[in-house]
């Protein structure tokens, strides 16, 4: 039960970072080709990334950050809402669960799944 809830968290906030990558990929005018090139990895893994078919890892963001010219909270969904908090966090894993329990919040309890009620 508790696998199950997290691996949904997981997938939503990998979802939301695609978006989010995508988008600032695109108003930067650049190709996953290109974006992948600056980051050392390949075009598909941008586009994995994108889709949230791949979990993005810590030191990933970082170099996204850089290579968009933005700030890591620009790409990690719903950090703008942690504020200060997202220090107090001990690992990526209690970021990201927090991150996404803030989305899951929004949707309907019927949607959700029986484990995640």
């Given at each position: 039960m508790r696998v199950n809830?997290?691996?949904?968290?997981?997938?939503?906030?990998?979802?939301s970072f695609g978006q989010k990558l995508s988008r600032i990929?695109?108003?930067r005018?650049?190709?996953?080709?290109?974006?992948?090139s600056r980051i050392g990895v390949s075009r598909t893994t941008i586009a994995n990334l994108e889709i949230g078919k791949q979990n993005v890892q810590l030191h990933q963001v970082f170099a996204l950050a850089r290579?968009?010219?933005?700030?890591?909270?620009?790409?990690?969904?719903?950090s703008?809402?942690?504020?200060s908090d997202l220090d107090v966090f001990r690992n990526?894993?209690?970021?990201?669960?927090?991150?996404?329990?803030?989305?899951l919040s929004s949707v309907p309890k019927g949607?959700?799944?029986k484990e995640n009620e």
């Open positions: 809830y997290v691996k949904n968290l997981s997938a939503i906030v990998n979802r990929r695109g108003l005018d650049l190709t996953q080709a290109e974006l992948g290579a968009l010219n933005t700030q890591v909270q620009d790409l990690i969904p719903g703008q809402d942690l504020g990526k894993d209690q970021m990201f669960i927090a991150i996404a329990k803030r989305h949607k959700r799944g």
